[in-house]
């Protein structure tokens, strides 16, 4: 069993302290059933919720962004930009750069979703959206973003924001997601990372080609061109999503169109 790090606050909710009990290492047959169960439960929530808006683009970004920041503005802009291309804007929910693209896409009169995660602070469901699922484990929201999206759109934002651009990358690096564009925008935040991109691929730890994995700009109608010709005419997507019948008894809702 792993000692207790001093440097972290001790847990006061259940929900925490099972994270803790669950990353100790092996336990009973009987209690990773439960957590087995438990992940079960995360990704049954995102089925049913998720089944029905449609093809979406994800947008992530730091929850920290506040209204008056340029960075939350050109979310704003990004996401009515993806919602008149015909499709779902999804975000992680929360506040700060989240709350901007789904307030766009409201705007515009598009879809709007969020699949949250269940954090002590900084993770309440902003008002603009259409239906938001809640996650518990982050290996669970992650895969369930792919899943839904068609591209990505990455925003500044913090160490969970890197975690998601990087998982995305290394799907594609490896193949086992195709023809998925990536697009960072907010160059200046970023261009230490770009920056150190280039200096990996010199290295030889990862492919000059993998370069071409991700689009950077801050340009709404480079972003929106780019995911048009990757995202929209490789598959055919066209504005109207597909109607998909919802099951009451199954506790799912259909999205309006």
Not at 5 to 34: H, K, M
Not at 159 to 182: M, S
Not at 208 to 223: G, K, M, R
């Amino acid at each position: 069993m792993r000692a207790p790090n001093p440097s972290n606050p001790v847990s006061t909710t259940p929900s925490e302290r099972a994270d803790q009990i669950f990353l100790e290492g092996p336990r009973s047959r009987f209690a990773e059933f439960c957590t087995l169960l438990r992940v079960m439960r995360d990704f049954l929530r995102g089925f049913r919720t998720l089944h029905f808006v449609g093809p979406c683009v994800t947008v992530f970004g730091s929850s920290r962004i506040k209204p008056d920041d340029v960075h939350y503005e050109l979310a704003r802009k990004m996401g009515a930009a993806i919602a008149r291309l015909g499709f779902t804007v999804m975000t992680g929910g929360g506040p700060g750069i989240m709350e901007a693209a789904n307030r766009g896409a409201k705007e515009v009169g598009g879809r709007s979703v969020g699949c949250n995660i269940e954090l002590p602070f900084e993770q309440d469901a902003n008002a603009y959206l259409d239906r938001c699922v809640r996650m518990h484990y982050f290996f669970v929201r992650k895969a369930l973003l792919v899943k839904y999206s068609y591209a990505f759109v990455v925003m500044p934002g913090g160490a969970g924001t890197l975690d998601e651009l990087f998982e995305a990358v290394t799907l594609i690096q490896t193949g086992k997601i195709k023809n998925f564009p990536i697009v960072i925008m907010g160059i200046d935040y970023w261009k230490e990372l770009i920056g150190f991109l280039d200096k990996m691929a010199q290295r030889g730890t990862i492919s000059p080609s993998d370069l071409n994995l991700i689009y950077a700009t801050d340009s709404i109608d480079e972003a929106i061109a780019h995911i048009q010709s990757r995202a929209v005419e490789p598959f055919g997507l066209r504005r109207v999503a597909r109607v998909r019948r919802a099951f009451p008894w199954l506790g799912e809702r259909g999205l309006s169109q």
